[in-house]
């Protein structure tokens, strides 16, 4: 089946620093890819829609200049947290829906838990 | 804000019971649900899909029953086993866009 990758699977860096969390299809292209967060037992967020080859969609209430975004090929989108503070610890998790439609199922990647001291 | 909710946050059941967790939606557009399983730690994992033109699913001893004149979606799980315990989320697709809305969530704690 499909298969999406993230990496890091954890990270903690100090406050002020930046962290870039990476998120790949491994078997099937995907030129939409999703970033969502998730806070200990809430529900996932969605924070932006990665499209390759243009920018990146965020959702309302959602920093664009905080939360950077890159769809560098069919494969890979990465998540790059700025100037990461304590409020920034979270679950960091992608998604990538297999095939052209949009109601083919979204597989999600494992996550990256961030923290921030 | 959302409009997907789930009734029962937590479900406790006991090994080989049957269990049943449901979730409402209040936007009549949305054309597709999908219940997805996350355990600790994990990123969501696929359960099974179904789509408004369907009221029933099922898949290995899981069934989905949607409700479109109430918006009401279940997820049931047969001969429920202690790897069931999970949290459950139900996602809706609205216009046919990949993006998903999600449910709150329901834990489900599985006793030997």
């Known amino acids: 089946g499909a298969v999406v990758s993230q990496h890091p699977s954890w990270v903690i860096c100090k406050s002020g620093t930046s962290v870039k969390i990476e998120c790949r299809s491994l078997d099937f292209q995907a030129t939409t890819m999703f970033w969502y967060r998730q806070f200990p037992k809430k529900s996932l967020m969605l924070m932006a829609t990665s499209n390759e080859g243009s920018k990146a969609t965020y959702e309302q209430g959602v920093e664009k200049d905080k939360f950077l975004i890159n769809h560098a090929s069919l494969t890979l989108s990465t998540l790059t947290v700025t100037s990461a503070h304590p409020e920034d610890s979270s679950f960091y998790i992608c998604?990538?829906?297999?095939?052209?439609?949009?109601?083919?199922?979204?597989?999600f990647g494992p996550g990256t838990r961030l923290t921030v001291l | 804000g959302e409009s997907v909710g789930l009734h029962l946050p937590t479900l406790s059941v006991q090994e080989g019971d049957n269990s049943i967790i449901n979730c409402a939606y209040s936007n009549s557009a949305s054309d597709y649900f999908i219940w997805y399983k996350q355990e600790s730690g994990k990123g969501p994992q696929f359960i099974i899909d179904i789509r408004s033109n369907m009221d029933k699913r099922q898949g290995q001893r899981v069934t989905v029953l949607l409700n479109k004149t109430v918006k009401h979606l279940s997820l049931q799980i047969a001969a429920t086993q202690p790897g069931d315990s999970a949290v459950y989320f139900c996602?809706?697709?609205?216009?046919?866009?990949?993006?998903?809305?999600f449910g709150k969530g329901t834990m489900l704690l599985v006793s030997p």
């Open positions: 998604s990538a829906p297999r095939g052209t439609s949009g109601t083919d199922t979204q597989y």
């Open positions: 996602a809706e697709n609205i216009g046919g866009y990949s993006t998903l809305t």
